[in-house]
Every structure is written in structure tokens, then in C-alpha cells.
């Protein structure tokens, strides 16, 4: 397999950061906001793209499917000569925010710490896409034509059934309308105009996000580079 194209490496020593999911839109976007969530993971993050495939696993099938990630990940720093600071691995929830939600987060990150030591699990309700709701800003940065009609802004963007429908078909219009390779773009607005810290709304597990972020820079990159 050719190691040319698909994941950026640049040449480090500096114990790197992983972040796993499936989908390249998904990574990129996460990638996106840690480096500004920490800065001091800049240069740092490392992608896989394997399916990690946890959010519906339980038991000894969730114990398994982290192990082979953890083996996958250990390989990409043998690969690269360095070792690994942390990981964050992406799914969406595929569900609204309820009392499932913290339930089915908790568990697979017990397991992802079991197998990698450090790990935090994103997962994200009901999707990605409803973290961009929460800057109605950056999506008209974005494009000047969008806006987020008001009953969606200052929400708890968790709770909407289907987000990227929402930017589909009431945020951008016929002339141009949201696709998912627009989201890491639209975080790249929220980024530049400093939102990060500051959303429109709430959603729990952007909120996670940020915590476990700043955690991970106060914590585990810090042990890793004594
Ligand atoms: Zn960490």
C-alpha cells in the first residue's frame, strides 16, 4: 500500500496526536477544532481512517473492535517514529441528545481508555452538522447567502433530528446549498472569527469537546513531552 496521499505527515518526534473516524469530512473538522481548542496539537494530529464502528458495540464485541484500533494506532506511531500523546476518536450519535447519550459515550470510552490508555470519544449528537448550528456567524462567513432562520439559533442543537437537513433546506437555498464537505470550511470560519468558546445555543456534546480538549492539553500532552 502506498503511503503517498490520503493523511498529511509531517515529520515529527513530538509525540503525536491521533483522531480516528470513518468519514474525511468528519476527521477534518475535528482536527480543525482541536488545533484551536489547543493549540499546542498543531503539527501534532495524525488521522486513520479505518471504521472504528463503536457506538453500536457492547461487551467483549466493544473490547475487541477498541483493541484492533489501539493496534492500528500504535502502529501509525511505529510508523512514524514517535510515540502517541492521545486520541480522539469520532462518531455520530445518529440520535438526539437524551439520556442514551451520555450512557452510550461513557461506555465506549471506558473501553477506548482500556485499550489506549488515553482516549476521548466524540461522539457527536445527533451529528456533526449540528455543531455548525450553533455559529449562525461563521455559516454566513461561509456564504453570504445563508442564514439560520431564528427559531433555530440560541437552541440546544442536540436535540434536532436531522441537522444537515436543517442546513440543507432552511440555512442555504437552491443556489447554493450545504454539502457535507462544506462543514470542515464552516469551522474554518468559526476558527478565524474567534467563536470556538463562544456558540449560539448549546449542544452537550460540543461542550464535550471542549472540555475534553482542554483536558487533553492540560493533562496528557503535557506528561508525554516531560
Ligand atoms: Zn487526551
Not at 457506538?55 to 492500528?72: D, F, S, V
Not at 511505529?78 to 439520556?99: G, I, K, S
Request: positive net charge.
Amino acid at each position: 500500500m502506498s503511503r503517498r496521499g490520503g493523511t498529511r505527515v509531517r515529520p515529527t518526534r513530538k509525540p503525536i496526536v491521533v483522531v480516528a473516524g470513518e468519514d474525511r469530512n468528519d476527521r477534518l473538522s475535528l482536527r480543525i477544532l482541536l488545533e484551536d481548542l489547543c493549540p499546542d496539537m498543531r503539527g501534532r494530529i495524525v488521522e486513520i481512517s479505518d471504521p472504528v464502528r463503536l457506538r453500536q458495540a457492547t461487551g467483549a464485541n466493544l473490547a475487541a473492535r477498541a483493541e484492533t484500533l489501539a493496534r492500528k494506532v500504535r502502529a501509525r506511531a511505529v510508523r512514524d517514529d514517535t510515540t502517541v500523546a492521545c486520541v480522539f476518536v469520532h462518531e455520530d450519535l445518529d440520535a438526539v441528545d437524551d439520556d442514551r447519550y451520555p450512557i452510550v459515550r461513557l461506555q465506549v470510552e471506558k473501553a477506548l481508555e482500556t485499550a489506549l490508555g488515553r482516549a476521548h470519544y466524540a461522539l457527536a449528537v445527533a451529528e456533526i452538522e449540528s455543531w455548525l448550528l450553533l455559529f449562525p456567524d461563521a455559516l454566513t462567513a461561509f456564504c453570504g447567502s445563508w442564514s439560520v432562520p431564528a427559531r433555530h439559533r440560541g437552541r440546544d442543537t442536540g436535540k434536532l433530528a436531522d441537522p444537515k437537513q436543517v442546513l440543507m433546506k432552511e440555512v442555504s437555498g437552491s443556489s447554493r446549498r450545504y454539502r457535507e464537505t462544506d462543514a470542515p470550511d464552516v469551522l474554518d470560519r468559526v476558527v478565524t472569527l474567534g467563536l470556538t468558546a463562544a456558540p449560539l445555543g448549546r449542544n452537550r456534546s460540543y461542550e464535550r469537546l471542549r472540555e475534553d480538549a482542554a483536558r487533553c492539553c492540560a493533562e496528557h500532552l503535557r506528561e508525554r513531552s516531560q
